[in-house]
């Protein structure tokens, strides 16, 4: 983890950039006293994440956690950060309005953490934001944009005097995050052209991406982003497999060591989202036959390592 340090930021906005499984952290100094977080990574990194959030608060207490969207690579330390950064006030966490009833039960199956069968620890949502609402972070404020397409309720933070974007899984430098909704029938792909859009319109300087560095002139990267949403629209069946590799490439990545190549099909058998995305663009095909289609195109580009029974993350086991 370190602090990006490629484009500038105003002082007091720290972003802590992680590795692929932990969505980036921001941290900002509201006052001389209190600090905020925009969102929290996953939960087998959530020590790391709260150590680092305690190396920039410079002395600040953390008085507010937020986050952009409730996957469980950016919501996953909600519980250890209220827990370790508490002590006598624990800090409100304040996620989109429209996922409020519900935010942070993932022990129900309906939740979107069991539907995709990822990891989080539980954690209690004490109020929702909406688009149209003003947050003050870093002692400046930010006006809440939504950012369906990646995720129905997801949630962008824009500063318009420096205007920077915090802009979540909706806007990477190489690309944005899978169009979820689209794998079950839902509007990813327009709704993602729509936010595009709709971020040309706000014109930020600098983006704080979900992942991956910060950047600033994000012409060029929101040029590449309508290129591949026109490749992904054009051919959804392409879409959706890279879904699932993303899934795939998650649930290994969440894995403390290599897993059993048979208790990693199992998963991919017994997971709620991707056995809607084979009965919608795979129909005819069990879950056992697109596995090994997904693993196979995985370990062709050296993303994952399927070797001697068990499925290991290059970069991670
Ligand atoms: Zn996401």
């Known amino acids: 983890m370190n602090s990006s340090s490629r484009t500038p930021l105003p002082p007091g906005i720290h972003v802590l950039v992680h590795d692929w499984l932990s969505a980036n952290a921001v941290v900002t100094w509201d006052d001389a006293q209190s600090a905020s977080v925009v969102d929290t990574g996953h939960v087998t990194r959530a020590r790391v994440t709260s150590d680092g959030v ?3 608060l410079g002395g600040r207490r953390l008085r507010r956690i937020v986050n952009t969207h409730l996957h469980s690579d950016h919501c996953g330390g909600n519980a250890c950060l209220q ?9 409100p966490i304040l ?15 309906a939740s979107g953490v069991a539907q995709a069968g990822q990891q989080a620890e539980p954690f209690h949502a004490d109020a ?3 688009p149209g609402d003003t947050l ?15 995720d129905d309720h997801a949630l962008m933070l824009f500063q318009p005097d420096a205007r920077i974007l915090i802009s979540g899984d909706a806007l990477w430098e190489h690309g944005f995050g899978v169009l979820f909704p689209e794998i079950d029938g839902g509007d990813g792909f327009a709704a993602q052209r729509r936010t595009l859009r709709h971020i040309e319109q706000l014109a930020p300087r600098v983006v704080i991406p979900g992942h991956g560095a910060v950047f600033g002139a994000p012409g060029a990267a929101l040029e590449r982003a309508h290129t591949r949403l026109d490749v992904f629209e054009a051919d959804p069946l392409r879409h959706a497999a890279h ?3 993303v899934l795939l490439k ?17 998963w991919f058998a017994h997971t709620a989202m991707v056995r809607r995305a084979v009965r919608r663009f795979w129909p005819g095909q069990g879950e056992a036959a697109v596995f ?7 370990a062709r580009v050296g993303a994952l390592l399927p070797r001697d029974g068990l499925v290991a993350d290059p970069e991670l086991h």
Request: glycine share 12%; charged share 15%; proline share 11%.
């Open 54 to 56: 305690r190396a920039v």
């Open 292 to 298: 090994e289609q997904i693993l196979d195109a995985l």
């Open 250 to 266: 998650f649930h290994v990545m969440e894995q403390p060591r290599p897993a059993p190549r048979e208790q990693v099909a199992h």
């Open 243 to 245: 879904a699932l590799r």
């Open 95 to 109: 996620v989109p309005a429209g996922e409020l009833p519900g935010a942070g039960a993932w022990e129900q199956a």
């Open 136 to 150: 003050w972070l870093g002692g400046l404020p930010w006006q809440a944009h939504a950012a369906p397409g990646h």
């Open 83 to 91: 827990r370790e950064h508490g002590a006598g006030a624990p800090c």
């Open 128 to 130: 929702g934001y909406a």
